[in-house]
Protein backbone atom coordinates (compact mmCIF):
# COMPACT_ATOMS: atom_id res chain seq x y z
CA UNK A 1 0.00 0.00 0.00
CA UNK A 2 0.80 3.28 -0.72
CA UNK A 3 1.14 6.43 -2.71
CA UNK A 4 -2.30 7.48 -2.39
CA UNK A 5 -3.96 3.46 -3.79
CA UNK A 6 -4.58 0.13 -1.86
CA UNK A 7 -2.54 -2.26 -3.55
CA UNK A 8 -4.82 -5.67 -4.12
CA UNK A 9 -3.40 -8.81 -2.65
CA UNK A 10 -4.30 -11.54 -4.36
CA UNK A 11 -7.55 -12.46 -2.86
CA UNK A 12 -8.98 -9.23 -4.27
CA UNK A 13 -11.31 -9.98 -7.22
CA UNK A 14 -12.58 -7.00 -9.60
CA UNK A 15 -13.14 -3.30 -8.79
CA UNK A 16 -15.08 -3.15 -5.80
CA UNK A 17 -15.20 -6.66 -4.89
CA UNK A 18 -13.19 -8.96 -2.36
CA UNK A 19 -12.86 -12.53 -1.85
CA UNK A 20 -15.11 -14.73 0.48
CA UNK A 21 -15.30 -18.47 0.40
CA UNK A 22 -14.75 -18.64 -2.77
CA UNK A 23 -17.00 -15.69 -3.78
CA UNK A 24 -16.62 -12.31 -4.51
CA UNK A 25 -18.06 -9.55 -2.63
CA UNK A 26 -18.98 -6.21 -2.84
CA UNK A 27 -17.81 -3.42 -0.90
CA UNK A 28 -19.86 -0.35 -1.37
CA UNK A 29 -18.20 2.78 0.49
CA UNK A 30 -20.57 5.62 1.23
CA UNK A 31 -19.69 9.10 -0.32
CA UNK A 32 -23.36 11.03 0.56
CA UNK A 33 -21.99 13.85 2.64
CA UNK A 34 -18.53 13.74 0.72
CA UNK A 35 -19.43 13.93 -2.42
CA UNK A 36 -21.93 17.45 -1.47
CA UNK A 37 -19.73 19.01 0.87
CA UNK A 38 -18.99 22.60 1.11
CA UNK A 39 -16.59 22.70 3.69
CA UNK A 40 -13.32 20.54 3.49
CA UNK A 41 -13.95 19.83 7.50
CA UNK A 42 -12.08 16.90 9.22
CA UNK A 43 -14.65 14.38 8.87
CA UNK A 44 -14.70 15.29 4.80
CA UNK A 45 -10.73 15.51 4.62
CA UNK A 46 -11.01 12.36 6.91
CA UNK A 47 -13.30 10.42 4.48
CA UNK A 48 -11.64 11.18 1.41
CA UNK A 49 -7.98 10.49 2.54
CA UNK A 50 -9.66 6.54 3.10
CA UNK A 51 -11.17 6.51 -0.17
CA UNK A 52 -8.63 7.47 -2.05
CA UNK A 53 -6.46 4.82 -0.13
CA UNK A 54 -9.25 1.88 -0.79
CA UNK A 55 -8.69 3.16 -4.52
CA UNK A 56 -10.55 0.52 -6.96
CA UNK A 57 -11.64 -2.05 -3.92
CA UNK A 58 -14.55 0.10 -2.97
CA UNK A 59 -17.40 1.10 -5.42
CA UNK A 60 -19.26 4.52 -4.22
CA UNK A 61 -22.52 4.88 -3.46
CA UNK A 62 -24.61 7.33 -2.05
CA UNK A 63 -28.08 7.47 -0.72
CA UNK A 64 -30.91 8.66 -2.13
CA UNK A 65 -33.56 9.40 -0.29
CA UNK A 66 -36.54 9.24 -3.07
CA UNK A 67 -35.21 5.80 -3.71
CA UNK A 68 -35.04 5.05 -0.01
CA UNK A 69 -31.51 3.25 -0.95
CA UNK A 70 -28.10 3.88 -2.42
CA UNK A 71 -26.74 4.75 -5.84
CA UNK A 72 -24.12 4.38 -7.68
CA UNK A 73 -22.06 5.84 -11.13
CA UNK A 74 -23.43 9.07 -13.05
CA UNK A 75 -26.96 9.04 -13.99
CA UNK A 76 -27.35 7.83 -10.26
CA UNK A 77 -28.48 4.30 -10.71
CA UNK A 78 -29.92 1.96 -7.51
CA UNK A 79 -27.12 -0.52 -6.18
CA UNK A 80 -28.64 -3.87 -5.06
CA UNK A 81 -25.98 -5.51 -2.32
CA UNK A 82 -26.51 -9.17 -2.01
CA UNK A 83 -26.42 -10.51 1.78
CA UNK A 84 -22.63 -11.20 1.34
CA UNK A 85 -21.73 -7.70 0.13
CA UNK A 86 -20.52 -4.93 2.77
CA UNK A 87 -21.53 -1.15 3.16
CA UNK A 88 -18.49 0.63 4.73
CA UNK A 89 -18.99 4.21 5.73
CA UNK A 90 -17.37 6.70 7.70
CA UNK A 91 -19.88 9.04 7.47
CA UNK A 92 -22.40 10.50 10.10
CA UNK A 93 -25.84 9.70 9.92
CA UNK A 94 -29.42 9.44 11.01
CA UNK A 95 -32.91 9.58 9.34
CA UNK A 96 -33.50 13.74 9.14
CA UNK A 97 -30.70 13.32 7.12
CA UNK A 98 -31.37 10.32 5.16
CA UNK A 99 -34.94 9.44 4.43
CA UNK A 100 -35.72 5.69 5.10
CA UNK A 101 -31.93 4.85 6.53
CA UNK A 102 -33.08 3.54 9.88
CA UNK A 103 -35.64 0.83 7.99
CA UNK A 104 -32.08 -0.02 5.68
CA UNK A 105 -30.35 -0.43 9.11
CA UNK A 106 -33.00 -2.21 10.88
CA UNK A 107 -33.47 -4.96 7.75
CA UNK A 108 -30.01 -4.35 5.71
CA UNK A 109 -29.56 -6.31 2.39
CA UNK A 110 -25.78 -6.99 3.33
CA UNK A 111 -23.34 -6.50 6.11
CA UNK A 112 -22.69 -3.13 7.52
CA UNK A 113 -19.28 -1.64 8.69
CA UNK A 114 -18.73 1.87 9.85
CA UNK A 115 -15.92 3.72 11.84
CA UNK A 116 -17.49 6.08 14.27
CA UNK A 117 -15.90 9.52 15.24
CA UNK A 118 -17.07 10.98 18.80
CA UNK A 119 -19.69 11.83 21.66
CA UNK A 120 -19.02 15.25 21.79
CA UNK A 121 -22.59 16.67 20.68
CA UNK A 122 -23.49 13.94 23.64
CA UNK A 123 -21.19 14.87 26.29
CA UNK A 124 -20.83 18.69 25.49
CA UNK A 125 -24.13 19.97 24.36
CA UNK A 126 -23.71 23.18 24.97
CA UNK A 127 -20.56 24.11 22.91
CA UNK A 128 -21.86 21.73 20.03
CA UNK A 129 -24.10 22.64 16.74
CA UNK A 130 -28.04 22.48 18.05
CA UNK A 131 -28.71 20.02 15.37
CA UNK A 132 -26.00 17.36 15.86
CA UNK A 133 -27.08 17.87 19.57
CA UNK A 134 -30.26 16.54 18.19
CA UNK A 135 -29.64 13.88 15.55
CA UNK A 136 -26.31 12.61 17.37
CA UNK A 137 -27.75 10.13 19.69
CA UNK A 138 -30.09 8.57 16.97
CA UNK A 139 -26.72 8.28 15.23
CA UNK A 140 -24.71 6.36 18.27
CA UNK A 141 -28.06 3.95 18.21
CA UNK A 142 -27.78 2.87 14.87
CA UNK A 143 -24.25 2.28 14.83
CA UNK A 144 -25.17 -0.36 17.55
CA UNK A 145 -26.73 -2.46 14.78
CA UNK A 146 -23.83 -2.67 12.81
CA UNK A 147 -21.93 -5.74 12.10
CA UNK A 148 -18.07 -4.04 12.00
CA UNK A 149 -17.91 -1.36 13.88
CA UNK A 150 -14.04 0.89 14.09
CA UNK A 151 -13.88 3.25 16.61
CA UNK A 152 -10.56 6.39 16.02
CA UNK A 153 -9.32 6.26 19.51
CA UNK A 154 -9.82 3.83 22.62
CA UNK A 155 -11.34 7.54 24.55
CA UNK A 156 -14.12 7.41 21.84
CA UNK A 157 -14.69 3.93 22.12
CA UNK A 158 -15.30 4.10 25.66
CA UNK A 159 -18.04 7.10 25.06
CA UNK A 160 -19.63 4.59 22.26
CA UNK A 161 -19.89 1.50 24.71
CA UNK A 162 -20.51 3.40 27.97
CA UNK A 163 -23.29 5.24 26.22
CA UNK A 164 -24.96 1.81 24.60
CA UNK A 165 -25.08 0.68 27.78
CA UNK A 166 -26.63 3.53 29.70
CA UNK A 167 -29.67 2.84 26.82
CA UNK A 168 -29.90 -0.29 27.01
CA UNK A 169 -28.61 -1.33 24.03
CA UNK A 170 -26.55 -4.36 23.00
CA UNK A 171 -24.30 -3.80 19.74
CA UNK A 172 -24.16 -5.96 17.52
CA UNK A 173 -20.30 -6.26 17.53
CA UNK A 174 -17.83 -4.80 19.99
CA UNK A 175 -16.18 -2.26 18.95
CA UNK A 176 -12.49 -2.28 17.69
CA UNK A 177 -10.00 0.88 17.74
CA UNK A 178 -8.65 1.84 14.40
CA UNK A 179 -5.12 4.20 13.62
CA UNK A 180 -5.40 7.11 12.01
CA UNK A 181 -3.19 8.17 9.82
CA UNK A 182 -0.77 11.09 10.07
CA UNK A 183 -0.14 11.39 5.86
CA UNK A 184 -3.09 13.93 5.36
CA UNK A 185 -1.34 15.72 2.20
CA UNK A 186 0.33 12.90 0.72
CA UNK A 187 3.66 15.16 1.44
CA UNK A 188 6.43 13.10 2.28
CA UNK A 189 7.90 12.86 6.62
CA UNK A 190 9.85 15.60 7.11
CA UNK A 191 12.78 13.91 8.85
CA UNK A 192 16.10 16.33 9.22
CA UNK A 193 18.44 17.51 12.14
CA UNK A 194 16.71 19.75 14.58
CA UNK A 195 16.77 23.63 12.98
CA UNK A 196 15.35 26.52 14.99
CA UNK A 197 13.10 28.80 12.23
CA UNK A 198 14.56 32.16 11.74
CA UNK A 199 13.20 35.39 12.61
CA UNK A 200 10.63 35.89 15.29
CA UNK A 201 9.58 32.64 17.02
CA UNK A 202 5.95 31.59 16.32
CA UNK A 203 3.07 29.50 17.45
CA UNK A 204 0.29 27.68 15.07
CA UNK A 205 -2.73 26.63 15.41
CA UNK A 206 -5.02 24.96 13.03
CA UNK A 207 -8.53 23.84 13.33
CA UNK A 208 -12.36 25.28 12.89
CA UNK A 209 -12.38 28.56 15.41
CA UNK A 210 -15.71 27.42 18.10
CA UNK A 211 -15.35 27.04 21.70
CA UNK A 212 -14.50 23.31 21.69
CA UNK A 213 -11.31 24.28 19.98
CA UNK A 214 -10.48 27.17 22.83
CA UNK A 215 -8.98 29.65 20.60
CA UNK A 216 -10.31 32.24 22.98
CA UNK A 217 -8.43 30.83 25.79
CA UNK A 218 -5.24 30.50 23.48
CA UNK A 219 -5.26 34.44 23.15
CA UNK A 220 -5.65 35.05 26.77
CA UNK A 221 -1.96 33.10 26.98
CA UNK A 222 -0.63 34.88 24.08
CA UNK A 223 -1.82 38.57 25.79
CA UNK A 224 -0.32 37.56 29.24
CA UNK A 225 2.95 36.59 27.10
CA UNK A 226 3.07 39.27 25.64
CA UNK A 227 2.64 41.91 28.46
CA UNK A 228 5.42 39.87 29.88
CA UNK A 229 7.95 41.13 27.17
CA UNK A 230 8.05 38.32 25.16
CA UNK A 231 8.74 38.14 21.48
CA UNK A 232 7.06 36.11 19.27
CA UNK A 233 3.64 35.43 16.61
CA UNK A 234 0.69 33.52 16.47
CA UNK A 235 -0.67 32.41 13.65
CA UNK A 236 -4.64 31.12 13.29
CA UNK A 237 -5.70 29.32 10.72
CA UNK A 238 -9.46 27.70 10.31
CA UNK A 239 -12.95 28.66 9.07
CA UNK A 240 -15.53 29.87 11.57
CA UNK A 241 -18.48 27.79 12.76
CA UNK A 242 -21.18 29.76 11.48
CA UNK A 243 -23.07 28.67 14.84
CA UNK A 244 -20.63 29.25 17.42
CA UNK A 245 -17.36 30.92 16.31
CA UNK A 246 -18.57 34.62 15.56
CA UNK A 247 -17.43 35.77 18.73
CA UNK A 248 -14.54 34.65 18.83
CA UNK A 249 -14.07 35.92 15.22
CA UNK A 250 -14.65 39.64 15.95
CA UNK A 251 -12.18 38.89 19.11
CA UNK A 252 -9.25 38.22 16.69
CA UNK A 253 -10.37 40.48 13.56
CA UNK A 254 -9.96 43.61 16.73
CA UNK A 255 -6.52 41.96 18.09
CA UNK A 256 -5.59 41.62 14.57
CA UNK A 257 -5.98 45.49 14.20
CA UNK A 258 -3.82 46.30 17.24
CA UNK A 259 -1.60 43.24 17.52
CA UNK A 260 0.86 42.76 14.45
CA UNK A 261 2.37 40.19 15.71
CA UNK A 262 -1.32 37.75 15.60
CA UNK A 263 -2.10 36.68 12.05
CA UNK A 264 -5.61 34.90 11.83
CA UNK A 265 -6.50 33.68 8.33
CA UNK A 266 -10.36 32.11 7.88
CA UNK A 267 -8.72 29.90 4.93
CA UNK A 268 -5.16 29.23 3.91
CA UNK A 269 -4.11 27.08 0.82
CA UNK A 270 -2.10 24.29 0.69
CA UNK A 271 1.54 25.85 0.12
CA UNK A 272 0.71 28.54 2.70
CA UNK A 273 -0.34 26.10 5.56
CA UNK A 274 3.05 24.65 4.89
CA UNK A 275 5.08 27.35 5.25
CA UNK A 276 3.59 28.40 8.06
CA UNK A 277 4.46 24.82 9.40
CA UNK A 278 7.94 25.13 8.24
CA UNK A 279 8.13 28.58 10.13
CA UNK A 280 6.51 27.42 13.81
CA UNK A 281 8.75 26.58 17.18
CA UNK A 282 5.07 24.41 18.02
CA UNK A 283 1.99 23.78 16.73
CA UNK A 284 -0.87 24.65 19.63
CA UNK A 285 -3.77 22.88 20.28
CA UNK A 286 -6.05 23.79 23.64
CA UNK A 287 -9.21 22.03 22.84
CA UNK A 288 -11.31 21.04 25.30
CA UNK A 289 -12.81 17.91 23.28
CA UNK A 290 -11.78 15.88 20.48
CA UNK A 291 -11.82 12.41 19.00
CA UNK A 292 -8.88 11.99 17.95
CA UNK A 293 -6.65 14.31 18.03
CA UNK A 294 -5.61 14.26 14.84
CA UNK A 295 -4.02 18.13 14.08
CA UNK A 296 -1.09 16.59 16.41
CA UNK A 297 -0.72 13.74 14.13
CA UNK A 298 -0.22 16.79 11.16
CA UNK A 299 2.06 18.73 12.98
CA UNK A 300 4.52 15.66 13.90
CA UNK A 301 4.50 14.41 10.14
CA UNK A 302 5.69 18.08 9.59
CA UNK A 303 8.71 17.83 12.38
CA UNK A 304 6.62 20.47 14.15
CA UNK A 305 6.32 20.13 18.32
CA UNK A 306 2.56 20.03 19.49
CA UNK A 307 1.71 21.88 22.93
CA UNK A 308 -1.62 20.47 23.46
CA UNK A 309 -4.22 20.06 26.37
CA UNK A 310 -3.97 17.16 28.65
CA UNK A 311 -6.62 14.87 27.59
CA UNK A 312 -7.32 11.45 27.52
CA UNK A 313 -7.44 11.33 23.80
CA UNK A 314 -4.82 13.50 23.20
CA UNK A 315 -2.51 10.83 25.12
CA UNK A 316 -3.05 8.08 22.88
CA UNK A 317 -1.29 10.63 20.37
CA UNK A 318 1.43 12.27 21.81
CA UNK A 319 2.75 10.02 24.37
CA UNK A 320 5.05 8.64 21.93
CA UNK A 321 7.28 12.02 22.09
CA UNK A 322 7.25 15.33 20.44
CA UNK A 323 4.88 17.03 22.73
CA UNK A 324 3.88 19.04 25.74
CA UNK A 325 0.61 17.84 27.24
CA UNK A 326 -0.64 21.11 29.05
CA UNK A 327 -3.17 21.72 31.66
CA UNK A 328 -6.74 22.41 30.14
CA UNK A 329 -8.10 26.02 30.56
CA UNK A 330 -4.45 25.62 32.76
CA UNK A 331 -3.26 29.89 32.03
CA UNK A 332 0.11 29.36 34.54
CA UNK A 333 0.95 26.22 33.06
CA UNK A 334 0.25 26.71 29.08
CA UNK A 335 2.30 30.01 29.57
CA UNK A 336 5.05 28.17 30.92
CA UNK A 337 5.21 25.54 28.14
CA UNK A 338 4.84 28.09 25.17
CA UNK A 339 7.29 30.35 27.00
CA UNK A 340 9.80 27.20 27.11
CA UNK A 341 9.41 26.42 23.11
CA UNK A 342 9.58 29.92 22.12
CA UNK A 343 12.70 30.48 24.01
CA UNK A 344 14.73 27.65 25.20
CA UNK A 345 16.19 26.01 21.53
CA UNK A 346 17.41 23.16 23.21
CA UNK A 347 13.81 21.94 24.72
CA UNK A 348 12.83 22.90 21.03
CA UNK A 349 15.49 20.86 19.34
CA UNK A 350 14.51 17.50 21.73
CA UNK A 351 11.20 17.83 21.08
CA UNK A 352 11.58 17.99 17.42
CA UNK A 353 13.82 15.42 17.37
CA UNK A 354 11.23 13.21 19.40
CA UNK A 355 8.86 14.27 16.92
CA UNK A 356 11.03 13.12 13.78
CA UNK A 357 12.22 10.02 15.33
CA UNK A 358 8.85 8.59 16.57
CA UNK A 359 6.43 6.16 14.70
CA UNK A 360 3.66 7.63 12.73
CA UNK A 361 0.85 5.86 10.94
CA UNK A 362 0.25 6.11 7.37
CA UNK A 363 -3.28 6.33 6.08
CA UNK A 364 -2.80 3.13 4.09
CA UNK A 365 -2.31 1.27 7.42
CA UNK A 366 -5.71 2.35 8.22
CA UNK A 367 -7.17 1.35 5.25
CA UNK A 368 -6.08 -2.00 5.67
CA UNK A 369 -7.30 -2.32 8.42
CA UNK A 370 -10.77 -1.63 7.25
CA UNK A 371 -10.12 -4.23 4.62
CA UNK A 372 -8.60 -6.96 7.00
CA UNK A 373 -11.87 -6.60 8.89
CA UNK A 374 -14.19 -7.04 6.18
CA UNK A 375 -12.54 -10.44 4.90
Same mark, same amino acid.
Given at each position: ???????????????????????????????????? =?????????????? %?? &??????????????????????????????? @??????? &?? +????????????????????????????????????????????????????? +???????????? %?????????????????????????? +??????????????????????????????????????????????????????????????????????????? &??????? =???????????? =???????????????????????????????????????? =??????????????? @???????????????? %????? &??????????????????????
Amino acid at each position: MGGGKLRRPPQHGPAGRVLRGGDEAMIYYDTTKMGT =AKHRSGLMRLSSRI %RE &ELGSVVTEVAWDGRRRGFVSGKPAAPVTPKP @DDWLLTV &EQ +FCEADRPGFRAFVANPPCRLAAMFHDAIPVRWPHISWPQSVQRHPEYMKLLAS +FDRTWAISDATR %RDFTEFWRWQGVTPRSQPQVITLGAD +FDGSNRVVRDPIIPRGRPALLCVGIVEPRKNQTFLLEVAGALWRDGLDFELHVVGRVNPHHGRPIEVRMEKLQKR &EPRFHFL =AAAGDQRLARLY =AAARAVVFPTIAEGNGLPILEALWRGVPCVCSDLPVLHEN =ADAGGCLMTGVNDLA @DWSAKLRSVLTDEAEC %RRLQR &EAMCRPLPRWSQTARTLMDGLR
